[in-house]
Structure formats: C-alpha cells, structure tokens
C-alpha cells in the first residue's frame, strides 16, 4: 500500500513542486442543499446516510446497495433502485443526487470518433473523446482543466491549469460514456446485448471484453497530467475498476505521464493500471526544450523509475509515446539512440509513434511519412514493437494534443516563468 510517510489523502505533495489550485476533498453540497454521491466510495456513502439519520448497519447496507446502482447500473435516479424499500426512495432523493459532468457539445468525426465538451458544475469546460476501433472502443479521459506543463507540441500545454477534475467529475466521464453509447449491463439501457453475452450482475472486473460493448478501454490520455492530480485520479479509477463498480480490469486502463517520476512508483502500487510515459526525446536537450519537466525529472531518472514500475512485466509492457516532429526529434540516429535507452534500462517497452497533431499557432510541423516509416522501422528491427498511431478525429480537433477549451490562455509571465524552468506553477 502506500508509502507511510505520504499523507493518504488530502492535497497531494509532490516535493518541489507547488501543487496548483488543489480542489477541496471534502464533500461540497449542492446550491439545493443536496450531495452529489457521484466520485464516493461505499464507506463515504455509508457515513453520508448515516450522518442522515440511519443507524450504523443500515447505513453500510443501504450503502451497498446504492453503490451498486450508480456504478454498476448505471441509474441516475433514485426511484430505480428497486430492492430499496419504497418509502426510503424519496428520503435519498431529498437528501442526494446523482450528478453526470454537463455536456454543452457532441461531434461526430468522419472516422467515427466522438467528442464531447464537458461542463463542471461550477462552470469550467473540458474534453472527452471515444476511439472506436474494429476490436476495441477507447475513451480518452481528462483529469484536469488545463495543465501546469506546456509542452511544446501539445494545445492543452497553451491553457494555464484552471482546477484538478474530482473523482466524480473523473469517474463521471465513463459513466456518461456508458450512458451514450448504451452500455450499461442489463436492467438499465442495454439488456439486449448483455442477455446475449450472458453476463450476470456478478461477474468479476473484466468481464466485459468480448462481448460486443464499444467501450473496452480508457486511457487517462485527455487534457491534464494526471498524476500531479493523483489522489483523485486514483479514487475515480478504483471506482472504474471495482468488480460491483463500473468493473473494468485494470489490465484495460493505461494512465499516462509526462514524467512525474516521485509519482510514479505510487501509480504503480495504489492504482496499478498500465503506464504510458511521453518520452518524445531521446537527448536532454531536445527533452527540456519540448517537454519542459525534463529540466526537474531528466531522461536517466525517467527511465530508472520506469525500470522499477511495480508491475511491468513483458506480459505488460510500458508504453513509450514519441510524437514525430520535423527535424526535431526524427533522425535515424534519434531512433538508434532511443534503442539503445530502451535496452540499457532493460525495459519492456513498446514505442507508440504519434504524427504530430497540428494546431493554430504550433510552433512544429510533423515529419514526413517516409521519416516515420524509416525511424519505425530502426526500431522494429531492434525487436521493439513500434507501430505509427494513427491520427484519429482530427477533424473535430479531437485528436492528441489538440485538445483546450475556451480562451484559458497562460498568462505571457507565466510561460516565461515556465519557459525559465522555474515551479510549474499556474499562469
Ligand atoms: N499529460 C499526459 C497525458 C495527456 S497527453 C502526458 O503528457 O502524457 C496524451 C499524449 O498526447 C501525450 O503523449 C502527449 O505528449 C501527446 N500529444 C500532445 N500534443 C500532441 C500533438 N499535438 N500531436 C501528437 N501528440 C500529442
Ligand atoms: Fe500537459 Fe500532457 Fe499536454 Fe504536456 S502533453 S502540456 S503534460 S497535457
């Protein structure tokens, strides 16, 4: 479990650095009065309906038995919850809500991809996007408005970090994922489909791979750097991963990192889903000029920490993404260099090369096709897996990196502050 001398809760420390704007744990009542049970765990459950007038084991049951409705069922209201006894419906619905983050836009891709613009429930926008693939449905989850980092290639980079996502607000994605696409298990929107993969309510985490569901996978991919949110990231995804919860196997939940190295051994043990690490240079300098927290966390740190990643393994592979930019980072003697990394660390890797996304203003263009190819293909032959991503929704500017709402620009002193290699701190 946790290293006991980091707090379990609370806002996170991460040392050096000044954590920006953290969002009070604490539960914050609705306007109305009312809480949103949405993000809580059982036991925070039980104590809510307990501070409410039950007595102690009916709280834990009663508990129990919501936790099971919202996360695994899927129901956004209380009058569905048909083994609570009649009267109590209308006392739960007084006193709780169920909320889902607001949807203020949807757009289709051409390729199929969706986008959604989300709304907090104090007013600040952020992004969701659902992959669809032949075998797979990913969705790209966003755990913060903004970002404290400004790589350079990447949008999101060019928005100062407005608030952390709660674990509702997280956990909140995925269930108005499910509730779009109609994938809750049976009783709810979909009892078709999971009639006829013969799926029963207590199926284990995991369950629900093979058995036609569009969403299979969720990558912590969206705007935000995950685990400089870590305490809520990680309740929102026990909450995905909970067997009786939205039950999917962590096994289908890659988090990824721009390289957050005091964090990431925690990753490993308190959350323990796959890891993606945003190498994109193979040289000091090239890192600390287009993903800045190389000047706190160098390459040689990044790679150890990945090399002791509890739970790495090649049966489970750590994700090395490189996005491919013109005469920056794309040389035959990057790819070799990069082999070589790979190998001194004994890692097991797979290298994910991502075509640079462009965006107005960026100040890089994406290598040429033939480059891409040529720079796979040094590292296939060094036995590593290297496949291109294909760019997916770009033109609802869905795609990687092309993610950022509204105008939450970075002030000029802040990037300059960050540009300096000082605090991450917020613009
Ligand atoms: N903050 C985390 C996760 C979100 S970004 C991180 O940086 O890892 C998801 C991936 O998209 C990262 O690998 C990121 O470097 C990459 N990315 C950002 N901007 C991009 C762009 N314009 N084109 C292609 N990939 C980009
Ligand atoms: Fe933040 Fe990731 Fe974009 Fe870097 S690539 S600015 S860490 S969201």
Known sequence: MADTNLPASGPMQIPGHIDPLPVARAITPRADGRTDLIGLPRQDIAALFAQAGLDA????????????????????????????????????AERFVIGRPEVVEAQLSVDGTRK?????????????????????????VSSQVGCTLNCRFCHTGTMRLVRNLTPGEIVGQVMLARDSLGEWPKGANDTRLATMAGLDDDEDAGSY????????????????????????????????MDGDGLALSKRRITLSTSGVVPMMARCGEEIGVNLAVSLHAVTGDVRDEIVPINRKFG??????????????????????????????????????????????????????????????????????PERIRRFSDIVFEAGISAPVRTPRGRDIDAACGQLKTAAEKKSRAGRERLAAGDEAAPG
Not at 59 to 85: N, P, S
Not at 116 to 140: N, Q, S, Y
Not at 337 to 354: D, G, M, S, T, W
Request: hydrophobic share 40%; net charge neutral; charged share 25%.
């Open 57 to 92: 084991r009916a709280a834990k049951l009663r508990a129990k038995q919501v936790f099971h409705w919202l996360y695994h069922r899927g129901v956004t209201g209380f009058e569905a919850m048909t083994d609570i006894v009649r009267p109590m419906r209308p006392w739960l």
């Open 116 to 140: 959604w613009l989300l709304r907090t429930a104090d007013g600040h926008d952020f992004e969701m996007v659902f992959i669809p693939d032949a075998d797979r449905g990913t969705l790209c």
């Open 209 to 240: 791979s093979a058995d036609g569901r569009l969403l299979t996978n969720i990558v912590m991919m969206g705007m935000g750097e995950p685990l400089y949110n870590f305490d809520n990231v990680r309740d929102a995804l026990k909450l995905v």
């Open 299 to 368: 390459i040689g740190q990044l790679l150890q920490a990945c090399a002791d990643y509890p739970g790495a393994s090649n049966a489970r592979r750590i994700t090395f993404e490189y996005v491919m930019l013109k005469d920056k980072n794309d040389s035959d003697e990057d790819a070799r260099e990069l082999v070589r990394l790979l190998r001194h660390y004994k890692l097991p890797a797979k290298v994910n090369l991502i075509p640079f996304n462009p965006w107005p203003g960026a100040p890089y263009e994406c290598s040429t």
